[in-house]
């Protein structure tokens, strides 16, 4: 049974910084790419950043680019988000992704961590 278990989330201000990090069980780690979305209140979830599995190559939404980095540690199963500059706008929910395809999908998915970002 594979599990995405997502901690670091948290109450931060404006310009703050957090770590996310997902620990994934059940697949083997080192051959998925792995990913995070959002979801705000009322909104669609969204793409937020991914990482391949072969040359750890990174993609990110134009509304992170040079704020988050995503990285992962495949002696530890585990996926990161680090978040710098946080805004207001960044408040949501994260979740970890398991073979994210298209921006839009994922094999599997964790079950997310808050992150409010007060101005």
């Known amino acids: 049974q594979v599990q995405l278990v997502e901690s670091g989330g948290g109450l931060v201000q404006a310009g703050g910084s957090l770590r996310l990090s997902c620990a994934a069980s059940?697949?083997?780690?080192?051959?998925?790419?792995m990913g995070w979305f959002r979801q705000a209140p009322g909104r669609e979830r969204e793409f937020v950043a991914a990482i391949t599995w072969l040359r750890f190559s990174t993609d990110y939404a134009d509304s992170v680019k040079g704020r988050f980095t995503i990285s992962r540690d495949n002696a530890k199963n585990t996926v990161y988000l680090q978040m710098n500059s946080l805004k207001p706008e960044d408040t949501a929910v994260y979740y970890c992704?398991?073979?994210?395809?298209?921006?839009?999908?994922?094999?599997?998915w964790g079950q997310g961590t808050q992150v409010t970002v007060s101005s």
């Open positions: 059940g697949l083997t780690f080192s051959t998925y790419s």
């Open positions: 992704a398991a073979g994210p395809s298209g921006r839009t999908r994922a094999n599997y």
